[in-house]
């Protein structure tokens, strides 16, 4: 069964939340501030498998609550509930570490699918459905293949370092591996890895490639493996010459 955490002030929004989640077969515990979701999700982990998480809030912003449990190392699949209007909102989400994000007032319907999207997303990843190998799925890349993505642990091994990636990051390098060589546009990335339509804002996009070059590349500003492909947006090149 899986098991969510709400983060939300709003009684009402929560109690309606909580319902319909747990009418889906979930297992779910809502709290009102950021301080009883940084508690629950850090102080005393209980393995939640993903957090719904507003950005208004009585204590902290979700945007800080987000930043914190990134750089506490606490990688939670995460949707946020910005508000309506506010598309820098969606950009502080996501430079956050969030991974998908829904505009209030949201229709429940939407709001269940992405959750299971987040989860599909997640198990897409990991190749739960199939696995390859025991060991579970990771990819090779690097002039002497001395990079390695390993998508249970959401590890990337870059000689002797270890970073550890949010699900987005992992699931957009992925995307990238798996079309290699090829000239890939923000609003085919934003369709193909986050599910979202066409007129969504495609500038976070960018903020996850100025993240993932940090990571992949020897000089990130001048990177050889995620290359700026001008008028249309990335290539990925795996084995740099
Ligand atoms: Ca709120």
Redesign the pocket.
Known sequence: MNRILIV???QHLAKGLCFNFEREGYQVEAVETAKDALERLMLNPVPFDVLVL?V??PDKDGFTVMTELRQAGQLIPTLMLTARGHSADVLRGFEAGADDYLTKPFDLAILLARVRGLLRRREWLQNRAHPPAASGESLQFGTAGEKTVDFDSLELTVRDQVFRLTLMEANLLKYLIRHEGKPLSRKAMIGDVWGLDENTDTRPIDNFIVRLRRYIEDDPTRPRHLVTVRGVGYRFVSKPV
């Open positions: 939300e002030d709003e507003d208004m809030l």
